[in-house]
T-cell receptor
């Protein structure tokens, strides 16, 4: 059975902290791993990773994929209150995208 | 550029009623899909399509029908609504369709919140 598991389920940090969100997967015919941010509405796309060991960066956010160990991490440095959201990990296998249940991040001022 | 447009935004149905959730995209995306999102369950795939005239079932297809007569539209039909179908429904599309010859991310609509009483 294809599955995507995210940890932790929730996280509360103070502004300025650095956080690491985890995503492990077991998906046949792996094609890509994607990270999304969801703030009470539609998920918005952050990163797509297809190759191991190549870090993707966008401002304070970065992500890396390990295809041998079947996991990815999303790092957020110098967190801000605007980073508060649910972060979703998805893996594309064949013609389907499989989502984890998400990590809920709360950043306290 | 409208992206992925879903209508309605909110809907309340009585048990046994039928309805259609509309989804349209103007990005010439081949791949379209429907998800439901429930607390603690994440996004679960209902049905998907890799191109006009082609549809397939996802993880939770029971009670739902789809069709794909055009590239732009992918409506989701609830045949006889049940309280278990109370959820938030998202339509999502992606550029690459049949054969998935290259990787492309999903783009989401703003969702439809459905309540079945």
């Amino acid at each position: 059975e294809d599955k995507v598991v995210q940890s932790p389920l929730s996280l509360v940090v103070h502004e300025g902290d650095t956080v690491t969100l985890n995503c492990s997967y077991e998906v046949t015919n792996f094609r890509s791993l994607l990270w999304y941010k969801q703030e009470k509405k539609a998920p918005t796309f952050l990163f797509m990773l297809t190759s191991s060991g190549i870090e993707k960066k966008s401002g304070r956010l970065s992500s890396i994929l390990d295809k041998k160990e079947l996991f990815s991490i999303l790092n957020i440095t110098a967190t801000q209150t605007g980073d508060s959201a649910v972060y979703l990990c998805a893996v594309e296998g064949g013609n389907q995208f499989y989502f984890g249940t998400g990590t809920s991040l709360t950043v306290i001022p | 550029n409208a992206g992925v447009t879903q209508t309605p935004k909110f809907q309340v149905l009585k048990t046994g009623q039928s309805m259609t959730l509309q989804c349209a995209q103007d990005m010439n995306h081949e791949y379209m899909s429907w998800y439901r999102q429930d607390p603690g369950m994440g996004l679960r795939l209902i049905h998907y399509s890799v191109g006009a005239g082609i549809t397939d079932q996802g993880e939770v297809p029971n009670g739902y029908n789809v069709s794909r007569s055009t590239t732009e539209d992918f409506p989701l039909r609830l045949l006889s609504a049940a309280p278990s179908q109370t959820s938030v429904y998202f339509c999502a599309s992606s550029y690459s369709g049949t054969g998935r010859s290259y990787n492309s991310p999903l783009h989401f609509g703003n969702g439809t919140r459905l309540t079945v009483t």
